[in-house]
């Protein structure tokens, strides 16, 4: 389907609408382009950062080194908060609400679910 078939579906869409439910409707649609257009432009190693959420080897290992319940306890809650921010950092990005990916085009930094501790 070419853009003028889609722009075409859009417009005929608004014609039937109230100035502020059509300004509305505009808004919701350039959001959405917006955000297709954000995911669009994902590198692979962007994609897979936003994505994979699998620990590491290397990070069940530490797991399975803990000393305690406590130790594990903690190190498992880091990996979840450090999840949690990953995604909202990611959700800002593709929402329009940051400028910048969480990491650029040719970066990853997941060492911390490397197994190596965040900042």
């Given at each position: 389907m070419g853009f003028e078939k889609i722009l075409k579906?859009?417009?005929?869409?608004?014609?039937?609408?109230?100035?502020?439910?059509?300004?509305?409707?505009?808004?919701?649609?350039?959001h959405r382009l917006n955000f297709e257009r954000r995911v669009t432009l994902l590198t692979d190693k962007q994609r897979q950062h936003m994505m994979d959420e699998s620990p590491s080897e290397a990070v069940r290992q530490r797991i399975a080194d803990c000393k305690s319940d406590k130790e594990r306890d903690e190190y498992i809650n880091g990996i979840a908060r450090a999840t949690y921010f990953r995604r909202i950092a990611w959700a800002a990005y593709l929402n329009g609400e940051t400028p910048d990916a969480p990491i650029s085009a040719?970066?990853?930094?997941?060492r911390f679910l490397q197994g190596g501790r965040s900042a």
């Open positions: 579906v859009d417009i005929d869409a608004l014609d039937g609408l109230e100035k502020e439910a059509r300004v509305e409707a505009i808004d919701d649609a350039i040719d970066e990853t930094d997941n």
